[in-house]
């Protein structure tokens, strides 16, 4: 299996600008979290979803954050307009079953905006 | 709030020696905790994990202990090897929340040969 894949690794923009995170979970895997990581709040849960459905969003820092997963196969991330303070490391993860037990965790995508 | 509490944000270690990373949380409901170990670039991967209904859980030259009544659990690596050297976070959910992970900032452990 290749793993949970992100793209694009590396994202730069400028403040403003439309940001969209993309996420591949395992196959056959049910659940989907969104984390972002950064040096003063380390790894933070976002959103999750189970079975496509989102669960818990509370940790969505505002408006300008949204995510979907249209299908079990795919999710995004979006952010807009993107602000200087959202620069950080967004990783999605999978798991089966309800639980997040053992995640599994993409390489995640480095954002930087300007 | 930062329920997951990891205070030292790095650690160094001879070889060979025996490496301890803490770890404190708030959350009385949490009953499961997990170690995920980070290389640069890379996403967190699962390093292992014990039931609130457990002290101790071992797995080759990683165990973790947990003590409910401190709320705090601690990885040891015995012994510490160069490769062991990664940020680790320590991290804890509970049924109620779904079992959505709660994360520690993290520990930085560099081994030194």
């Known amino acids: 299996d290749a793993g949970v894949i992100q793209s694009p690794r590396h994202e730069v923009t400028e403040m403003g600008q439309e940001v969209t995170l993309r996420c591949k979970p395992i196959s056959g895997h049910n659940s989907l979290f969104w984390y972002r990581q950064t040096m003063m709040r380390g790894l933070e849960l976002l959103i999750y979803f189970n079975n496509n459905v989102p669960i818990d969003d509370s940790g969505m820092p505002e408006d300008r954050f949204s995510a979907k997963m249209p299908n079990a196969s795919f999710s995004t991330l979006k952010i807009q307009p993107s602000e200087p303070r959202d620069s950080a490391v967004y990783f999605c993860?999978?798991?089966f079953g309800q639980g997040a037990e053992k995640l599994f965790f993409g390489s995640g995508t480095q954002l930087s905006v300007l | 709030d930062q329920q997951v509490k990891q205070n030292s944000p790095s650690l160094s270690v001879q070889e060979g020696r025996i490496s301890i990373l803490n770890c404190d949380y708030t959350n009385s409901m949490f009953d499961y905790f997990l170690w995920y170990k980070k290389y640069p670039a890379e996403g967190p991967t699962f390093l292992i994990s014990?039931?609130?209904?457990?002290d101790k859980n071992e797995d080759g030259r990683f165990t973790v202990f947990l003590n409910k009544s401190a709320k705090h659990l601690s990885l040891h690596i015995v012994p510490s090897q160069p490769g062991d050297s990664a940020v680790y976070f320590c991290?804890?959910?509970?049924?109620?929340?779904?079992?959505?992970?709660?994360f520690g900032k993290g520990t930085s452990l560099l081994v030194t040969p």
């Open positions: 993860a999978s798991s």
């Open positions: 991290a804890a959910s509970h049924a109620g929340s779904g079992y959505a992970l709660n």
């Open positions: 014990i039931s609130s209904i457990k």
